[in-house]
């Protein structure tokens, strides 16, 4: 079954997206618009409970791919270019979990999700007020990667610290996060239409700002 476009930007009138590269600061603005406004939070992977639990090889492998890996090491010692091909496959395949997720929660009361819906898609289902890109530079988004106290990641470097040589895998895994953050990516972003935040590396505390910019392009004020 295929469902229209215009029908799923109907049911998705109530949600607002949240989209772009590693350490832009997605996360926090997302809890942030939730908490001032009163939207429902629907942080990174929020799809993930249904997902993991129904993703199957044959229709989404990307995202099954975690489901069969017995080694995380396998994982991170991957070939950059499969990392970063699985990372935006597996986006891909998400996009139909995360749809499905927001339709049922949307219907009466405002939603903010943290999203890798491709922005092709995003194009088709949504309205530029509704979504909004946030972009660091390339620099940023891989050296600060594991500055992060999120569980998620701790865990990604403490698999990297645990392979026979640390070193040679961590910088096998940064050539990763150097693609999947790379330029190409990043003008596809920066360059879709919609409106875009850049983080800027001057140590400056622009967490408050930047809730304005957006909740102003989200005509939430």
Known sequence: MKIENNILKHYLKNVYF???TSYAGK?????????????????ENYHSRVSD???DPDHQPDISYLNTLTDWRD???RPPEEYERWIYGTGREAAEFEVAELISISQDKKVIADTNIPVDILK??????????MLCPQSMSVD??????????????????????????MENYRRGLELINGKKHYDELANSGFF??????????????????????FKLI
């Open 144 to 169: 600060r990667f594991f500055d992060r106290s999120d569980p998620e990641k701790q865990f990604i470097l403490s698999v990297i610290l645990s392979c026979d040589d640390p070193d040679a895998t």
């Open 18 to 20: 949240i989209t772009g």
């Open 196 to 217: 875009a935040v850049v983080r800027e590396d001057n140590g400056r505390d622009t967490r408050e700002e930047v809730c304005d910019k957006i909740a102003k392009h």
């Open 53 to 55: 639990a129904v993703a």
């Open 124 to 133: 088709e289902i949504s309205d530029y007020d509704h979504v909004a890109v």
């Open 27 to 43: 996360s926090t603005t997302v809890k942030m618009l939730a908490d001032r406004y009163g939207m429902i939070f629907c942080g």
């Open 75 to 77: 994982f991170v010692l």
